[in-house]
């Protein structure tokens, strides 16, 4: 049976098409023909967005799949955002390492999409091109003296003492002995974790051999980490609350009832007294400034308003009251959320909500671009939450392919971007190459018995492959 072709005309959104005007010259393909059996298929981004996304595209018989990844090295924020005290949670590279072994799979690191390559020339090279490179910058503040030394982003400081590149010229100064975190998330929480924890704790762990420096010179003595609003948006005072709460918040509830309202034993009382490190958290407070010390060089505390909670459910928000209260500390780190950035001027990208306008991982009005994670839908959750997000964009796309949706006919795949990053004087990082720096990873770390000792220059990176 002939296929019928046409180009695409005016999509406003998928997967509504018009057919072209009489006469129309088609370039497109309704079908994709048995004799072209290999969908080619590019990834942006190899963090957990990027290789579940790829995991479910593999699940069509033919399709290849290459991933492109700026750091020379793969798996995104599970190597450079989740806790080194969280081992157990980087088991996923284990999936991960599966996928990339997968003779349809391939790995391409130290390639920035957007500078060494662009979008648009992926979307000539491959049928489709899913964008997952999630969410590299954080939200600002936007309060007067957030730029005094003393203050800087949790995200930069996760990025420190997880070896990323970009982060490794930080040098935060931990000679104070109050540090303030704005925000109460689970980034909040580890950095507190980790600006506590004591440094023989952490000796076992692959946090940076730099990092892990500075923190045994820490005098941080006590975290607070302050939030706008409510531990859990309820009056969860009254013990009958907690029957309504989501069972999810409902562990947190009682949790945090029970500490507030119970006095401990004696031996817990005892424990609290002779600890010589302390946090808290604050809440219905929202930062107005931070405080620069005396001569103005650097942060010295932060001034709070008091808030209270107005509305109900969903639609609850923290409104000032009038009081301001003023914290001292000599660190100051924002924990407000991390947000992305755009990746090419032909990408639509919607800077208010720091994601690409989509409809179930379908970009809008670009057939055969697609997204995943956290540029997909805004940068929450765990990565069990990626993981469905990204299944869902794949299925989209393998859904796309099979009713005819996307450009047929061969496409050259990584043998024509290989040629553009060549004459750019760009050497892609492959799988196997990963594999040698893991190993020597893993090497370094032997002899202090870490699991691996990061390397956290990509210019030594590159330098051990022979780039």
């Not at 590019?42 to 957990?48: F, I, L, T």
């Not at 157990?88 to 599966?98: A, G, L, R, W, Y």
């Not at 979307?123 to 939200?139: I, K, M, N, P, T």
Request: hydrophobic share 35%; aromatic share 8%; proline share 9%.
């Amino acid at each position: 049976m002939a296929s019928r072709c046409w180009r695409w005309w005016g999509w406003s959104a998928w997967p509504r098409t018009r057919l072209p005007p009489a006469g129309s010259t088609p370039s497109f393909c309704h079908h994709f023909s048995t004799q072209e059996k290999t969908p080619q298929i590019c990834v942006v981004g190899s963090g957990p967005a990027g290789f579940y996304t790829a995991q479910h595209l593999l699940k069509h018989p033919q399709a290849h799949v290459d991933i492109y990844e700026k750091q020379p090295v793969p798996f995104g924020l599970v190597r450079f955002g989740v806790a080194p005290d969280h081992p157990e949670v980087k088991n996923v590279i284990n999936t991960f390492t599966q996928t990339a072994h997968s003779g349809r799979c391939a790995f391409w690191g130290n390639v920035e999409v957007g500078r060494d390559v662009t979008v648009p020339e992926l979307q000539e090279a491959y049928h489709a091109v899913v964008l997952s490179y999630g969410a590299e910058d954080h939200r600002a503040l936007e309060i007067p003296g957030e730029e005094l030394p003393g203050v800087c982003s949790a995200r930069a400081f996760v990025g420190w003492y997880n070896g990323l590149p970009e982060n490794q010229e930080l040098e935060p100064d931990l000679s104070c002995d109050t540090a303030v975190i704005l925000g109460q998330g689970n980034v909040a929480l580890d950095v507190a974790r980790i600006l506590l924890t004591p440094p023989e704790h952490l000796e076992r762990t692959d946090i940076t051999k730099a990092a892990l420096g500075v923190l045994r010179q820490s005098r941080v003595k006590t975290v607070w980490l302050v939030g706008r609003r409510g531990p859990l948006q309820v009056a969860f005072t009254i013990k009958d609350k907690i029957k309504e709460v989501p069972r999810p918040r409902k562990r947190l509830t009682e949790l945090l009832l029970r500490t507030a309202t119970e006095k401990p034993g004696p031996a817990e009382a005892a424990r609290q007294a002779s600890a010589s490190r302390a946090w808290g958290l604050r809440f219905f407070r929202s930062p107005q400034q931070v405080l620069p010390s005396p001569d103005g060089r650097r942060a010295a505390g932060v001034r709070l308003a008091v808030t209270r909670l107005e509305g109900v459910d969903e639609a609850t928000r923290a409104v000032p009251t009038g009081d301001m209260e003023d914290l001292p500390c000599g660190l100051v780190l924002s924990s407000i959320g991390y947000k992305s950035r755009p990746v090419d001027p032909s990408v639509p990208f919607d800077s208010k909500l720091g994601v690409i306008p989509n409809v179930e991982g379908r970009v809008m009005d670009v057939p055969g671009l697609y997204c995943s994670g956290w540029v997909k839908r805004g940068p929450t959750g765990v990565i069990a939450t990626t993981m469905t997000d990204s299944f869902l964009t794949g299925q989209m796309l393998l859904q796309d392919l099979k009713a005819g949706l996307l450009p047929s006919g061969p496409r050259p795949g990584y043998a024509a971007i290989q040629a553009l990053l060549s004459s750019r004087g760009v050497r892609p990082v492959s799988f196997s190459d990963w594999e040698k720096l893991d190993a020597e990873e893993v090497a370094r770390g032997q002899g202090t018995g870490k699991p691996r000792e990061k390397l956290v220059d990509p210019q030594e990176m590159l330098r051990l492959l022979g780039h």
